[in-house]
């Protein structure tokens, strides 16, 4: 196979054209190389570059990225990555140059997370929901539920910017208590039991300040220790969206 340099120079009448260089010629038989006409040199290759680069002008700027999805079961893995999203959109510094370079009267995008999931990591639940509260503070986040919003998905879903949250006509919705499986003496037990009823707390908690629910409305719902369905229309009743699309 050949390689081909090509050189650009400017004839008289302002045009650019290409002249040849000298190839080389490589046969793959035995890594034996044919000796042909010399390759360019690394200096003749870097002011190829350094002329293109000057013809073309520099690169267009990054743009500020919004949109990201978490379609799957809430668990460590899926929360680093919804995290590390959030971290990047939301950034203060970046939200703020961001802004400055658009014309005057228009507004950054909102950041866009599309949401499916069956529930999962009360914990993982927790990290995602706390890192959508600081990202607030800099963007607005409009959460779009698809397909199933259930368990630790309810939170995460009401979690979006009021106003923003959306969910589309059949994604079915549902909301439990804490569930957790756990082994040892009984007072390891008690403690564990402790523990599960601060996490369900809290849930409440967060679930009251995001949603029309009040706390006697959701404390009525987990004691039914079963699963509560909710179609599309009833979360937006219950404000744990703000419209079925």
Do not use: W
Not at 14 to 37: A, L, R, S, V
Not at 68 to 97: P, Q
Not at 207 to 219: A, G, V
Request: overall charge negative; hydrophobic content about 40%.
């Amino acid at each position: 196979m050949s390689f081909i340099f090509k050189e650009f120079i400017y004839n008289k009448g302002g045009q650019m054209k290409f002249t040849k260089k000298k190839t080389k010629t490589i046969i793959d038989e035995g890594n034996k190389e044919k000796e042909g006409e010399d390759l360019p040199t690394q200096e003749d290759v870097e002011a190829a570059k350094d002329m293109l680069a000057a013809m073309m002008g520099p690169p267009p700027e990054e743009e500020m990225p919004s949109t990201f999805m978490m379609y799957g079961d809430v668990n460590e893995e899926r929360a680093a990555d919804i995290v590390s999203a959030l971290l990047l959109l939301g950034d203060k510094k970046r939200v703020k140059k961001a802004q400055d370079k658009l014309p005057e009267g228009e507004e950054l995008d909102d950041i866009t997370f599309y949401l499916s999931t069956y529930g999962g990591s009360a914990d993982d639940m927790m990290a995602i929901y706390d890192m959508m509260r600081l990202t607030k503070l800099n963007r607005d986040i409009e959460v779009i539920g698809m397909g199933k919003i259930m368990s630790a998905g309810t939170l995460i879903l009401a979690g979006g910017t009021r106003g923003k949250r959306k969910i589309m006509k059949n994604c079915r919705v549902m909301i439990h208590a804490v569930s957790a499986g756990s082994m040892g003496t009984i007072h390891n037990l008690q403690n564990e039991m402790e523990e599960i009823q601060n996490i369900q707390d809290s849930y409440i908690a967060a679930l009251c300040k995001e949603t029309l629910l009040t706390k006697r409305q959701l404390k009525k719902m987990l004691d039914q220790k079963v699963n509560v369905y909710l179609t599309a229309e009833e979360a937006v009743e219950y404000g744990l969206a703000d419209e079925v699309i």
